[in-house]
């Protein structure tokens, strides 16, 4: 790991839900923090999304800075940095990376996808530290993933390897915001579970209510809970089975259900993931919280060619 000179990143999540920016020192110690909701179309364009952010990131004393780094919700052209995140409807082809290198003339500025930040900081200081292979996921607004093999990050053609929310899981089931049908995402991400549970008589709206209301009992949430849970175990066996993993770690705010969730993914993936080589491996709760992304965001800079390979 590059140490920075002791300078500190600049980390960037940026999601459908939140924006959050922190100084993380080489390390992976997070320091200051700020955090703000996502404005969202007709509230805001493209121009105000990006004054908004700037007003975030001119909160923190940056005062010595060893470069930015920024996971960003996709998808995106890597390693350019424009964005179009699907949940983020006011950005389309934005130049993210062309104005954080106009703000911060002669910093390295590293973007990537924000699930493979998360990624990346649970390998270097998570729930995958010491294993050579894993797989991350966010469990959010939309189910990301990333991909770490032989100790290093898998970037793929286009910066898009590891993106497990787009494997699809029941061809005949749900329409997904990507275009396609039963995708992972179209049936695990929390408004699409909520959603699901609206039309099978629940009255609640949002993601935590509906875990809340599962570990209450409530059947419809059981079974949402369940629902998404049979959808991760099928995605994640398969995954298994191409990459051979160590460790699979599972973050995001659906994931905050607990045993609600990973207790069906778990029998579900240990019914599908049947090749002898897949039976040790792990599926864990994400070890860095709401930090993971900044931390692997930080770690774009810090880690070298180890999670950065295009210059």
């Not at 924006?19 to 364009?45: C, N, Q």
């Not at 189910?143 to 993106?163: P, Q, W």
């Not at 019914?271 to 930080?298: I, S, T, W, Y």
């Amino acid at each position: 790991m590059e140490d920075g000179g002791g300078a500190s990143v600049l980390a960037i999540d940026i999601g459908g839900s939140k924006m959050a920016a922190a100084l993380v020192e080489p390390g992976g110690r997070v320091g200051a923090y700020e955090r703000i909701v996502t404005p969202r179309p007709p509230h805001v364009d493209a121009d105000g999304l990006w004054r908004t952010l700037l007003a975030l990131i001119e909160k923190l004393p940056a005062k010595r800075l060893a470069g930015i780094g920024v996971g960003c919700g996709g998808p995106m052209w890597w390693p350019s940095g424009k964005v179009s995140p699907l949940n983020m409807p006011a950005w389309r082809a934005f130049p993210l990376r062309e104005r954080l290198v106009d703000r911060f003339p002669g910093l390295p500025v590293r973007v990537h996808n924000d699930a493979v930040a998360v990624t990346v900081g649970e390998h270097w200081r998570g729930a995958g530290r010491g294993r050579a292979n894993v797989l991350g996921m966010v469990l959010s607004t939309g189910v990301g993933g990333g991909l770490i093999l032989g100790g290093r990050l898998i970037d793929g053609a286009s910066g898009n390897a590891g993106h497990i929310g787009h494997v699809i899981v029941d061809p005949d089931g749900p329409p997904c915001e990507c275009g396609g049908r039963g995708c992972l995402e179209a049936i695990a991400r929390g408004p699409g579970l909520s959603a699901w549970a609206r039309e099978q008589g629940w009255t609640g709206e949002t993601g935590k209510e509906l875990a809340h209301d599962a570990a209450r009992g409530h059947p419809v949430a059981v079974r949402a809970m369940n629902r998404a849970g049979w959808a991760l175990g099928v995605a994640i066996a398969s995954a298994t089975h191409l990459c051979d993993l160590d460790v699979v770690a599972v973050g995001g705010g659906l994931s905050q259900a607990g045993p609600l969730l990973f207790r069906p993914l778990e029998d579900t993936f240990r019914a599908h993931a049947r090749m002898d080589f897949a039976r040790e491996v792990r599926v864990v709760p994400a070890a860095l919280g709401q930090m993971a992304g900044l931390v692997g965001a930080a770690a774009f800079v810090f880690g070298g060619e180890r999670y950065w390979s295009r210059g």
